[in-house]
């Protein structure tokens, strides 16, 4: 790869980064910039999650303060994300390249429908806690909320765009705590994915390193910044790349 493409990969690794450690869907942004400069779809999924599972283990980092009181939680939630995480990943793996093809446009659509509803869900959830008043949801989340957890984790270990969101969303909706705190869980179990897919991806796929190591050091740098001063941002902005960079995604593929 020439210096301008690795300093592309770099820019798009330290705002996916950002993203992911404040929102989630930073995907949308480092995928089309690998199809962009000529990666194939499969080896550039397999890339970008190996790129970007340093970034989840720092955006965790960088929230730790967030996490303190959270142990049992995220051991059980992890669990859930492990598993996840590796179904999808051979997944990946296992299917035709040609399903790969066909399913990643509907991927991103979906991806690009999450994070533009967001605050719709987010609305949901406070009108329906306002409902019921005292929250009885176990601490820990429910059961149908662990296997929305796992679920999460296999589409995050297939592709991932938008995982960040739908863990959100389906904390959100199955835990009394705070966004902050939700987030601050979302990172590890985003972490765990990320993480477990890529050591599967490295032992038995091919990786573009020089893409993959790119995209790393970004999103390790974005996601200090993420965790810092990402939650002073309007999300309304994130909202916008991230959908616009999908739609040209989407429209790349098709077009391909």
Request: with cysteine.
């Amino acid at each position: 790869m020439s210096l301008w493409e690795l300093l592309a990969l770099l820019g798009a690794g330290t705002a996916a980064g950002l993203i992911n450690t404040v929102v989630g869907s930073g995907t949308l942004v480092t995928f089309p910039t690998l199809l962009a400069l000529g990666v194939p779809p499969v080896i550039a999924n397999v890339s970008n999650t190996v790129g970007l599972a340093p970034g989840s283990l720092s955006g965790a980092w960088s929230m730790r303060d967030e996490l303190k009181g959270q142990r049992s939680r995220v051991l059980r939630l992890g669990l859930a994300s492990l598993i996840g995480g590796i179904v999808g990943a051979l997944l990946l793996l296992r299917l035709p390249s040609s399903a790969f093809d066909a399913i990643v446009p509907v991927l991103i659509g979906l991806g690009c429908l999450l994070v533009i509803i967001q605050p719709r869900l987010s609305r949901m959830v406070t009108a329906r806690r306002e409902r019921q008043g005292i929250q009885v949801d176990p601490p820990h989340g429910s059961l149908p909320m662990w296997l929305g957890v796992a679920g999460t984790g296999v589409y995050g270990g297939y592709f991932g765009a938008a995982q960040g969101v739908l863990l959100l969303a389906v904390m959100g909706i199955g835990l009394d705590e705070t966004l902050p705190r939700i987030n601050a869980v979302k990172n590890v179990l985003a972490f765990i994915v990320n993480g477990i897919a890529a050591v599967i991806f490295i032992a038995i796929s091919d990786v573009n390193w020089w893409a993959a190591g790119a995209i790393a050091v970004g999103a390790v740098v974005g996601a200090q910044v993420g965790g810092r001063v990402g939650r002073r941002l309007p999300p309304t902005v994130y909202r916008v790349i991230i959908v616009t960079v999908g739609v040209a995604a989407i429209i790349s593929l098709l077009s391909s």
